[in-house]
């Protein structure tokens, strides 16, 4: 894909991911609408993987650690032809396969159960160990929250990965500032991500999570480093998109509709303004059946 048709793929997976919340009632907004350009960037352009065919031995592994951002990987999955787009409006509902928390078991192309925040990154270590011994060259995955940096198993996690030098695993931190019970600096402060990675002896590239050029360059150097995990330190923006939501840590856990917050718009009319946003590219308004 062009950069402008990875742009506009992910505009619409933040579109899906307004609807799939709206449609719930319930569920996470910032985080996924944050990382829509880099699960977009993963899906339609760095890893390897066949939609189809969800348990290819030779595809490559996503592990998603703060998995209550899930609607954006449900997203992107549909959009890339692992299930139909229709059945994003289940989300969260009784009898789904997509639950609030990805489930393994429930739905094919899911390499984890995620939920308890600080697991993802050791789950991914021994993945990615255990593909190592099998003689596998499929790289993993995992991103990562920074709000959940604060647990220490991702620390004893991040030990194990340098150890073993385990040159096939990427952890791509959200670095975006808020979790939600406000800023990541207030809340305990992380101090400098990329220092402390370094310090754990991983490799560390810092990116504007934004940048499809970056996201794309990082992911291709991270594969050429060969004795080192690779950590990369993403910058995005919460809520990316919708101008009411972007930086405000209040939206963490909340869909449009439910919280009124100091310049958001009316319950009722901001689901329709959020995709009015959205749908908002370069001045020019994409229809509703584009």
Same mark, same amino acid.
């Given at each position: 894909?062009?950069?402008?048709?990875?742009?506009?793929?992910?505009?619409?997976?933040?579109?899906?991911?307004?609807?799939?919340?709206?449609?719930?009632?319930? #569920?996470?907004?910032?985080?996924?609408?944050?990382?829509?350009?880099?699960?977009?960037?993963?899906?339609?352009? $760095?890893?390897?993987?066949?939609?189809?065919?969800?348990?290819?031995?030779?595809?490559?592994?996503?592990?998603?650690?703060?998995?209550?951002?899930?609607?954006?990987?449900?997203?992107?999955?549909? @959009? !890339?032809?692992?299930?139909?787009? !229709?059945?994003?409006?289940?989300?969260?509902?009784?009898?789904?396969?997509?639950?609030?928390?990805?489930?393994?078991?429930?739905?094919?192309?899911?390499?984890?159960? !995620? #939920? %308890?925040?600080?697991?993802?990154?050791?789950?991914? =270590?021994?993945?990615?160990?255990?593909?190592?011994?099998?003689?596998?060259?499929?790289?993993?995955?995992?991103?990562?929250?920074?709000?959940?940096?604060?647990?220490?198993?991702?620390?004893?996690?991040?030990?194990?990965?340098?150890?073993?030098?385990?040159?096939?695993?990427? =952890?791509?931190?959200? @670095?975006?500032?808020?979790?939600?019970?406000? !800023?990541? &600096?207030?809340?305990?402060?992380? *101090?400098?991500?990329?220092?402390?990675?370094?310090?754990? *002896?991983?490799?560390?590239?810092?990116?504007?999570?934004?940048?499809?050029?970056?996201?794309?360059?990082?992911?291709?150097?991270?594969?050429?480093?060969?004795?080192?995990?690779?950590?990369? $330190?993403?910058?995005?923006? %919460?809520?990316?998109?919708?101008?009411?939501?972007?930086?405000?840590?209040?939206?963490?856990?909340?869909?449009?509709?439910?919280? &009124?917050?100091?310049?958001?718009?009316?319950?009722?009319?901001?689901?329709?303004?959020?995709?009015?946003?959205?749908?908002?590219?370069?001045?020019?308004?994409?229809? &509703?059946? &584009?």
């Amino acid at each position: 894909m062009t950069h402008k048709q990875l742009e506009l793929q992910a505009e619409q997976i933040r579109e899906d991911i307004v609807k799939m919340l709206v449609e719930a009632g319930s #569920g996470h907004s910032a985080g996924p609408l944050g990382l829509a350009d880099i699960f977009t960037a993963l899906y339609f352009e $760095i890893m390897e993987h066949r939609p189809k065919d969800p348990d290819w031995a030779g595809r490559d592994r996503l592990f998603l650690s703060n998995g209550h951002c899930v609607p954006v990987r449900y997203a992107t999955m549909a @959009r !890339s032809g692992y299930f139909p787009v !229709s059945e994003l409006a289940t989300l969260r509902k009784f009898g789904s396969r997509l639950q609030g928390h990805p489930e393994r078991l429930r739905l094919p192309g899911l390499e984890s159960t !995620s #939920g %308890p925040l600080g697991s993802g990154i050791s789950q991914a =270590a021994g993945h990615a160990l255990a593909l190592r011994m099998d003689g596998s060259r499929s790289h993993v995955y995992v991103v990562t929250g920074d709000g959940e940096l604060d647990e220490g198993n991702i620390w004893e996690a991040a030990m194990f990965a340098a150890k073993y030098k385990l040159s096939n695993l990427t =952890a791509i931190v959200d @670095r975006n500032y808020i979790q939600i019970d406000g !800023s990541t &600096e207030n809340v305990m402060p992380l *101090g400098d991500v990329a220092a402390k990675f370094a310090a754990f *002896g991983w490799h560390v590239i810092e990116i504007d999570g934004h940048n499809f050029q970056a996201i794309i360059d990082a992911t291709n150097l991270a594969k050429a480093i060969a004795d080192q995990p690779v950590a990369i $330190i993403a910058h995005t923006i %919460p809520g990316k998109g919708v101008d009411y939501m972007e930086y405000d840590y209040h939206w963490h856990g909340n869909p449009p509709g439910t919280l &009124e917050t100091p310049g958001a718009p009316p319950l009722k009319d901001q689901a329709r303004i959020a995709l009015h946003e959205l749908r908002t590219l370069g001045g020019q308004i994409r229809s &509703e059946h &584009e």
